[in-house]
């Protein structure tokens, strides 16, 4: 947390107000001062320069700063700009000519800005105190390079001017050597501190005003100034971003003391220096070549001479530290050395104290404590002290060295040290000497508390910040030392005899130590459980396992025995599973870890644990299996199907094949006997198909009602083929579930990788290749071709746009005429479906009506067909009221059981008056197959409506001629199978006889479908059929050509 967080008085969220209150005021003075009159331009800048000095007062205030003697350097320096700004505003003229020369507003901007570099000197060395030599160098390289440039840009060409006298001339060096010096503090404070708002708001508003000042000089070497251009922004921002940097809560810890690394030669500030060091020579060579002479030889000189010198010096400080740095990493290799080879925590602080005097500077004073566990924070020696539990949790959130003054230590440990306590932190700051904490952290563990003390190092900053890496691998080592010797020592004391046998005549485990000649030198008493009662001393380990396993066992200790002693540990060995014999001659399965006790003189051999694991083996290999298997059927599931599929495919040993099995009407099954039976029929599927199979194929239930198969080797798809047709015979055959038998076949869809790149492709083509096989009927088999794709790709999209044509009027009807054949008067109408497609065209019902059985649009389509026949009959019953035809529907099976089909055909006659006699429902036998009462229920209710019910397509389907007695029906169609060939075929002639005269036998009336020929309509009339229709009469019509081909008829009559 900031420290000004723990500010008192002022809330936070006040300081926030003021500040952006101050922000917006600013911003509209500025605005003012652009847009405003020019007569208004002296006040408004008095504004904006009273208010930046205002502001930082009242941020002192506000915020109460560590360093309030500096804000009041900064004070007083705005105080002089905004009076310096003020005396050069009292004597500017109104255009753009140069103002005239005064001595006041130069003087007093000058005295600002000492002000504000004693601020800024103040702020950098209270947060940094030493002098860093090669910051200065560089700093030297760059202010000589931009002086320079200064000079040859404004001040030589100021000079130049005859109105400059020597006050004058003093002043223009002045001008451009304190901005650089300004500027020069600001990168120095940057570095110093930490980087917080009211730091970057301070070096920005300093960055603008040097930039703005620059520009400023160079054009009065012109003798212009511009009143209210973009020029003035950068002596705003310097009040604006000052008084900002004053509010901002974070201006309270400018100048904390933080502990200063050494600083690298970053790329940018390499890039710095060399464009500094370039600047002379790129100054000589623009006169020599641009200007034809050498104006300014002597500065260029001089200037150069004088960066050579501190480039060199800057290379011989480089060297001296390259020396040292060398010397103190050999002496920290000799530390880490003597770290390793101590004993105790005293011989860790010896070879400390060697380690620290040797990575700090030579002849540096420092003192350092050592402090580990205990009972409270006190030294015990020169080197050592405790630290007690409580504390550890403190040390352990520090997480990196950390700077510590004297007021911070408690007073015994601050004592030890040499470290000044004092409740001054301002003085504390400038003391010079601080401490550094370095946490001794073993490792990186969130589970448990790694930290085994602190190192603490007290010296003066400059040697403590040159060393502080160094330090930190010091402490490091210091950390594993004083681990490795408290290890060495709970070692020590777990070697002890009572302790080890207080622990292994305690453990469940069984211990055995196991001598050079494999035999048995110690058993702990737990292995009478294992074992049973037999004395194990003396014996051979070997002897009690599985004799299927010795020959492994057997390479296991040898692969052991070879190796170096001390060598064998469980992260590297690990573990294994044996097999046991105990004495009744049963198998345990034990888990051995080995550890290698050789070369301890208590031990001496190899140490085994073992641990019966049976149960725990037995339990995972159950789960195992049931993670990887059906429940019901005891085969393979989705999961490992997949495995074995992706094995199976990536070993390339042949043709690979994936069956998907789906019985047919399984659901009837369940539905009908209950799902116990159903769960039966699975089993015995499940069976029969791994009968079917070879030992290495995989029968898989994904579930409900789907199967699955892999042949991972075929020889070619034509084996795979086989495999699916003795699948389809074996489950052709009726099953026994509870007295009952049952016929449940099955389809399958076959993959092969003949076609086939990867997993994800063969599962797919099954898929499509199982939808082809149950669109084609039952107990059948399709292997993907393909084709497959293409057609039900096409399939899907005709079912999409049928479904889209019913919404939106794409269907249509029409009206073949039924005539007696007598005198050809029109009796009824069959309404015929027909679908105007956008793309295809007219479409007859054969091209879609599977389709629309398939995805259940038959009942949509069904229901908009009868009503609208409906009204059609309704239309042309207003022209002939009595002797008005019927209109013929086609009523699919689906449609028929579809609940509330009578109340619709109620409710349509109703809506459009039409009398029941004049609508006849065409049903096809496929409705008739199945013992559903509420069928034959429907059926009877529709007659008792008076509408007539006729058989289409009559000897073409599965039925014999026996339901015709059960079946309520009015009228029997006979299919064109049979008229067509009525006129060349005797037999045929003779079987449509049959079937008019068996018709007339049940009071049925007969209609011919079908004639096309005069000869066809005499012989059917002849044989005693009495209606017809066909190409004869008429082709379909749509309604309002039906309706004139009726008025016709009805003329011709």
């Known amino acids: 947390m900031p ?61 109460r700063p560590r360093l309030a003697s500096a804000w009041l350097w900064f004070f007083a320096g705005l105080v002089f700009y905004a009076a310096s700004d003020l005396s050069f505003n009292l004597t500017l003229p109104g255009g753009p000519a140069r103002p005239p020369l005064t001595l006041s507003d130069d003087i007093l901007l000058l005295i600002g800005v000492i002000l504000v570099a004693i601020a800024l000197v103040k702020f950098t060395r209270a947060a940094e105190p030493r002098t860093d030599r090669p910051a200065l160098i560089d700093a030297l390289v760059l202010v000589l390079g931009t002086g320079l440039l200064a000079w040859v840009l404004t ?150 001479l004088v960066m050579f010198l501190l480039v060199m010096a800057r290379l011989v400080n480089l060297a001296q530290r390259l020396r040292e740095q060398i010397g103190r990493e050999r002496g920290l290799r000799t530390v880490t050395t003597a770290l390793v080879a101590a004993a105790d925590d005293e011989g860790i602080a010896d070879a400390l104290d060697v380690g620290i005097r040797g990575v700090l500077a030579p002849g540096a004073s420092y003192h350092f404590l050592l402090m580990t566990q205990g009972a409270d924070a006190k030294p015990l020696g020169r080197h050592i002290g405790v630290l007690p539990k409580s504390s550890l949790e403190a040390v352990r959130r520090l997480g990196e060295p950390t700077l510590l003054s004297g007021g911070e230590l408690p007073r015994p440990i601050a004592a030890a040290l040499g470290a000044r306590r004092s409740d001054d932190d301002h003085h504390a700051a400038g003391s010079g000497k601080v401490t550094l904490a370095l946490p001794l952290i073993v490792g990186q563990s969130d589970k448990e508390d790694t930290t085994v003390g602190v190192m603490l190092v007290a010296a003066d900053e400059r040697p403590l910040a040159a060393a502080q890496d160094r330090l930190a691998v010091l402490a490091s080592q210091a950390a594993l030392a004083i681990d490795r010797v408290a290890l060495s020592e709970q070692l020590r004391k777990r070697t002890s005899e009572e302790y ?11 211990i055995l130590i196991i001598d050079s000649e494999d035999r048995i030198a110690y058993a702990s008493p737990s292995a009478r459980a294992m074992f049973g009662e037999v004395d194990l001393a003396g014996t051979n380990l070997l002897d009690h396992g599985d004799p299927a396993e010795r020959e492994r066992a057997e390479r296991v200790f040898r692969r052991i025995q070879d190796r170096p002693v001390g060598s064998v540990e469980p992260d590297t060995w690990g573990t294994t599973d044996w097999t046991l014999r105990r004495p009744d001659g049963t198998a345990a399965q034990v888990e051995i870890s080995v550890r290698d006790l050789r070369a301890d003189p208590t031990v001496r051999g190899l140490v085994f644990t073992l641990r019966d694991v049976t149960d725990k083996r037995r339990l995972e290999r159950e789960l195992t299996h049931r993670a990887n298997h059906d429940a019901l059927t005891g085969l393979a599931n989705r999961t490992l199907f997949a495995e074995r599929m992706q094995k199976a495919i990536e070993a390339r040993r042949g043709v690979v094949g994936v069956l998907f099995i789906d019985l047919d009407d399984f659901k009837v099954v369940n539905d009908t006997l209950g799902h116990a039976s159903g769960d039966q029929v699975l089993k015995a599927v499940g069976r029969r198909i791994s009968t079917a199979l070879r030992p290495h194929d995989t029968a898989a239930r994904l579930g409900g009602d789907e199967f699955s198969v892999l042949i991972d080797d075929a020889a070619e798809p034509a084996d795979v083929e086989d495999v699916a047709d003795r699948i389809i015979r074996a489950l052709r055959e009726p099953y026994s579930i509870g007295g009952n038998l049952i016929s449940c076949s099955a389809s399958i869809g076959i993959g092969t990788t003949a076609d086939a790149g990867d997993g994800s492709e063969l599962l797919r083509q099954a898929d499509l290749a199982l939808y082809v096989a149950k669109g084609a009927g039952k107990s059948q088999w399709r292997r993907y071709q393909p084709e497959l794709h293409t057609t039900i790709v096409e399939r899907l999209e005709l079912r999409t746009e049928l479904d889209r044509a ?33 793309t295809r065209g007219r479409l007859l019902p054969d091209a879609f009506i599977d389709v629309a059985e398939e995805s259940g649009l038959i009942v949509p389509i069904g229901e908009w067909v009868l009503r609208t026949a409906i009204a059609a009959a309704a239309t042309w019953r207003k022209g ?23 109340r619709l055909v109620k409710r349509e006659l ?114 005693g059929c009495p209606y017809g229709q066909g190409f004869l009469f008429s082709r379909p019509m749509p309604l309002p050509d039906a309706l004139r081909w009726l008025r016709r008829a009805e003329l011709a009559a």
């Open 910 to 1023: 109703a809506a459009n008056k039409l009398p029941p006699s004049c609508l006849m429902l065409e049903i096809t036998e496929s409705l008739l197959l199945r013992d559903d009462d509420q069928v034959w229920d429907d059926l009877a209710e529709v007659r008792r409506l008076g509408v007539r019910v006729a058989i289409d397509d009559f000897g073409t389907g599965y039925s014999s001629l026996s339901y015709l007695r059960h079946v309520p029906l009015d009228v029997l169609k006979i299919d064109r199978l049979f008229t067509g060939t009525v006129a060349t075929s005797t037999q045929q002639r003779a079987l449509v006889d049959g079937i008019v005269r068996l018709a007339h036998t049940l009071g049925l009336e007969v209609v011919a479908e079908g004639i096309e020929t005069t000869e066809e309509r005499e012989l059917l009339r002849r044989i």
């Open 155 to 304: 001040v030589e060409a100021r000079f130049a001017q005859p109105h400059v006298g020597v006050i004058t001339g003093i002043l223009l060096i002045a001008y451009p050597v304190a901005d650089i010096i300004v500027l020069g503090l600001v990168a120095r404070l940057v570095t110093a501190v930490r980087l917080t708002p009211a730091v970057i708001l301070l070096a920005l508003g300093i960055v603008g005003y040097v930039v703005a000042d620059a520009l400023f000089r160079i054009g009065r070497i012109d003798d212009q100034w511009l009143v209210r251009k973009p020029l003035d922004l950068g002596y705003i921002a310097l009040y604006a971003l000052w008084g900002a940097a004053a509010l901002a809560p974070s201006m309270h810890g400018i100048g904390e003391r933080r502990l200063a690394r050494p600083r690298e030669a970053t790329v940018l500030r390499l890039v710095i220096l060399g464009i500094s060091a370039l600047i002379p020579p790129a100054i000589l060579l623009y006169e020599t070549i641009g200007l034809g002479t050498v104006r300014h030889g002597v500065v260029i000189a001089i200037s150069s």
């Open 500 to 510: 080890f046998r207080a622990l292994v005549h305690n453990a469940a485990d069984v």
């Open 806 to 838: 019913i919404h939106d009027g794409g269907l249509a009807l029409e009206y073949q005429p039924i005539v007696r054949l007598g005198d050809g008067h029109a009796v009824g109408f069959e309404a015929l479906l027909r679908w105007n497609h956008p």
């Open 880 to 902: 002939q009221p009595y002797g008005a035809p019927y209109v013929a529907v086609n009523v699919s099976a689906r449609q028929f059981r579809t609940p509330g089909f009578v």
């Open 3 to 63: 420290p000004w967080r723990h500010l008192s008085g002022v809330s936070d969220a006040t300081r926030r107000l003021v500040l952006a209150a101050f922000a917006v005021w600013m911003a509209v003075l500025t605005a003012v001062y652009y847009v405003a009159p020019l007569s208004w331009r002296l006040g408004v800048w008095t504004a904006i320069s009273v208010s930046g000095a205002g502001a930082v007062l009242v941020g002192i205030r506000l915020n």
